[in-house]
T-cell receptor, first 116, second 108 residues
């Protein structure tokens, strides 16, 4: 158990809909990272938050947004969903340095999103 | 060409064999991560390297910054090592760039 929790575990929705994925980091970790893993693209970095502020951005679509709240949990919002958004979404938390390169990352179990 | 290349893509070994997985990258980095993804989907961070060599149990990771290359070695492999091993580099843009992974299967 990494100490990182993600909800829900599974989500099935329709095209055009909007969903919110939630992540709670390990106690004491200030960084939250979001990743997408699809069959054809592999793992892709979406976005990193550190202590409530956006720190780094990867291949995140404009239809997607994220935020980190004062209690350090994070939410990833996916809107106008398309079939191609079906994937595993992982979050990971890291320590106090604020940089993905400097932190060991602890991964949550993932949320499997299916868009029909 | 991908910025992070792993080889081999697939690897089958007999229990007890010494295994090497390679990762080459073409961008400037400040750190490199090795991750393990279990058949059930869970991901575990194995190593984070910026230079030299690290060892944890039967796993050894090395990095050569000048040659832009890293290797992950598994000594005395065991069927429970069967997983996908993923190399990821932390680039200058502050993002992580992933390799496509090496699927390892260790037969008893």
């Amino acid at each position: 158990d990494s100490g990182v929790t993600q909800t829900p575990k599974h989500l099935i929705t329709a095209t055009g809909q909007r969903v919110t994925l939630r992540c709670s980091p390990r106690s004491g970790d200030l960084s939250v990272y979001w990743y997408q893993q699809s069959l054809d693209q592999g793992l892709q970095f979406l976005i990193q938050y550190y202590n409530g502020e956006e720190r780094a951005k990867g291949n995140i679509l404009e239809r997607f947004s994220a935020q980190q709240f004062p209690d350090l949990h994070s939410e990833l919002n996916l809107s106008s969903l398309e079939l191609g958004d079906s994937a595993l979404y992982f979050c990971a938390s890291g320590g106090t340095s604020g940089g993905a390169g400097a932190d060991t990352q602890y991964f949550g179990p993932g949320t499997r999103l299916t868009v029909l | 060409k991908n910025e992070v290349e792993q080889s081999p893509q697939n690897l089958t070994a007999q229990e007890g064999e010494f295994i090497t997985i390679n990762c080459s990258y073409s961008v400037g980095i400040s750190a490199l991560h090795w991750l393990q993804q279990h058949p059930g989907g869970g991901i575990v961070s194995l190593f984070m390297l910026s230079s030299g060599k690290k060892k944890h149990g039967r796993l050894i990771a090395t990095i050569n910054i000048q040659e832009k290359h890293s290797s992950l070695h598994i000594t005395a492999s065991h069927p429970r090592d069967s997983a996908v091993y993923i190399c990821a580099v932390f680039g200058s843009q502050g993002n992580l760039i992933f390799g496509k992974g090496t699927k390892l299967s260790v037969k008893p």
